[in-house]
């Protein structure tokens, strides 16, 4: 997927109190970073943040981490987040394959929202429910296992269900088509999600737990 580069993105967003210098330096030490036990959240690829900036709004009592790669995505979640007062948000600006070195086992719940989908099978590794990353999230789960996938792509929703079924996951819910769903699911979407509900394209969600 491609993103417009902004022009000094890595200086606008350093300059956000909401964004987290130096990640690796609070593993173990999240409840600190936050100042309470709360349950913590962490989002993969949270682009332009709505998402985890609405989401943290709505449920105060529970620690929102959004992580982007992106600089130039990241800016438009620190430019919505200006005047605000979200004291269980925080933001991280680094690859995923490093979450390992920025927690410990203190994640109650991923959430993957519109992800890469990388449909070429070479780039299949990328891809955030391959059994490389699921390994990755056993790193980091504080004792269950608990991830939320909502995707546009019929084909990495496909695949996502196979490999986390592999990875002895049980699926508490799943959507063929999340906003016309017989019983609602509690949703609140994301940049992507909105274009794409408007666009009247159906919305493949994904509530699995692997109870240790």
């Given at each position: 997927m491609q993103y417009n580069v902004i022009k000094?993105?890595?200086k606008i967003i350093k300059r956000s109190p909401y964004l987290v210098n130096n990640p690796m330096d609070n593993k173990n030490k999240w409840?600190?970073?936050?100042?309470?036990?709360?349950?913590?959240h962490l989002e993969l690829g949270m682009g332009r943040g709505d998402f985890?900036?609405?989401?943290?709004?709505?449920?105060?009592?529970?620690?929102?981490?959004?992580?982007?790669?992106?600089?130039?995505q990241m800016v438009k979640a620190v430019e919505r987040l200006k005047n605000q007062d979200l004291p269980n948000l925080k933001l991280i600006n680094i690859d995923a394959r490093e979450i390992d070195k920025i927690f410990g086992k203190e994640i109650d719940t991923i959430y993957l929202t519109f992800s890469e989908p990388w449909p070429k099978r070479i780039d299949e590794k990328k891809r955030f429910t391959h059994e490389s990353y699921l390994k990755l999230y056993d790193k980091i789960f504080k004792k269950n296992k608990h991830i939320i996938l909502k995707?546009?792509?019929?084909?990495?929703?496909a695949y996502s269900l196979?490999?986390?079924?592999?990875?002895w996951y049980s699926f508490n819910r799943v959507s063929l088509d999340l906003h016309h769903d017989e019983n609602p699911i509690p949703n609140i979407m994301t940049d992507f999600e909105k274009k794409y509900f408007e666009e009247?394209?159906?919305?493949?969600?994904?509530?699995?737990?692997?109870?240790?």
């Amino acid at each position: 997927m491609q993103y417009n580069v902004i022009k000094d993105a890595n200086k606008i967003i350093k300059r956000s109190p909401y964004l987290v210098n130096n990640p690796m330096d609070n593993k173990n030490k999240w409840e600190k970073v936050f100042g309470n036990n709360n349950p913590i959240h962490l989002e993969l690829g949270m682009g332009r943040g709505d998402f985890i900036i609405n989401m943290a709004k709505s449920f105060p009592k529970i620690n929102f981490i959004g992580l982007e790669l992106y600089d130039s995505q990241m800016v438009k979640a620190v430019e919505r987040l200006k005047n605000q007062d979200l004291p269980n948000l925080k933001l991280i600006n680094i690859d995923a394959r490093e979450i390992d070195k920025i927690f410990g086992k203190e994640i109650d719940t991923i959430y993957l929202t519109f992800s890469e989908p990388w449909p070429k099978r070479i780039d299949e590794k990328k891809r955030f429910t391959h059994e490389s990353y699921l390994k990755l999230y056993d790193k980091i789960f504080k004792k269950n296992k608990h991830i939320i996938l909502k995707t546009d792509n019929k084909g990495f929703f496909a695949y996502s269900l196979e490999t986390l079924s592999q990875y002895w996951y049980s699926f508490n819910r799943v959507s063929l088509d999340l906003h016309h769903d017989e019983n609602p699911i509690p949703n609140i979407m994301t940049d992507f999600e909105k274009k794409y509900f408007e666009e009247g394209r159906p919305i493949y969600y994904v509530d699995a737990i692997f109870i240790n």
